[in-house]
C-alpha cells in the first residue's frame, strides 16, 4: 500500500536537521520500499505491506530516533486518505504572491470537526474548513498578519498537527498517484 509519511518539526530554522538522503535509508532500513522524499521539510513517500497504517507511525520514529538520536512525529496518511483531504481543497487556493492556503494536518487526538471551535477565525479574512484527517485554511496575503488563524502558533492544538501549503500537498498526491501505478 502506498503512505505518506509527514515528519514535524524537522530542518526549521537550524533545529532538528535530517539529510533527506539519509532519511531515505532509514525507511528503508525499516521495511518501507520504493521511498522518495520531497523537499527538505519531511515529506516522505513509500510502499508498506507489512504494517497496518496504524503501525507506520511508531516504527518509523523508532527508525528516526535509533538513526538520528531524535524525536520526530511522524504523521502517515495512506494513498486513498489523503486523495480524500486533497480533494476538498478547492481549486482555487494557490500558495503565492496573492494567496496563502495550507492543509493543516491533524493527529488522531485533535482530528474532530469539534477543533474548528479551539480557532479565533476571522470570516472576513479566513477560509476555513474542516476535513477528517485536516483543516484546510486559506488568506489571501494582504490579510495575513489579520488573520485569526496566526493565534494557533504555540497552543496545544498546534503540538498536534503538521502543515503543508497547498501546493506541496498537491505534488505529494501527484508522486503518490505514481507510485501507486507503479506498483
Keep these: 500500500m502506498v503512505y505518506v509519511a509527514l515528519l514535524r518539526d524537522i530542518n526549521v530554522g537550524g533545529n532538528n536537521k535530517i539529510d533527506m538522503k539519509l532519511l531515505k535509508s532509514v525507511f528503508e532500513e525499516a521495511g518501507m ?10 515529506n516522505i513517500i513509500f510502499v508498506n505491506d507489512d504494517h497496518i497504517k496504524e503501525e507506520l507511525p511508531s516504527v518509523l520514529e523508532a527508525a528516526i530516533l535509533a538513526h538520528f538520536g531524535l524525536a520526530i512525529k511522524v504523521l502517515v496518511y495512506s ?23 495550507d492543509v493543516w494536518f491533524l493527529w488522531p487526538e485533535a482530528d ?13 479574512n479566513d477560509r476555513v474548513n474542516y476535513v477528517p484527517g485536516a483543516i484546510l485554511w486559506s488568506v489571501d496575503k494582504e490579510f495575513v498578519t489579520k488573520s485569526g488563524m496566526q493565534k494557533v502558533i504555540g497552543t496545544k492544538l498546534y503540538k ?24
Design 33 to 42: 520500499s520504493a521511498v522518495k522524499t520531497y523537499i527538505n521539510s519531511g
Design 79 to 101: 494513498f486513498e486518505d489523503f486523495k480524500r483531504v486533497a480533494a476538498e481543497i478547492p481549486d482555487s487556493w494557490t500558495n503565492d504572491k496573492e494567496m496563502k492556503s
Design 112 to 124: 474532530s470537526e469539534s477543533v474548528l471551535g479551539d480557532l479565533s477565525v476571522k470570516p472576513e
Design 160 to 183: 498536534s498537527m503538521t502543515i503543508r501549503n497547498v501546493n506541496t500537498v498537491r505534488k505529494l498526491l501527484g508522486l503518490m498517484e505514481e507510485l501507486d501505478t507503479e506498483s
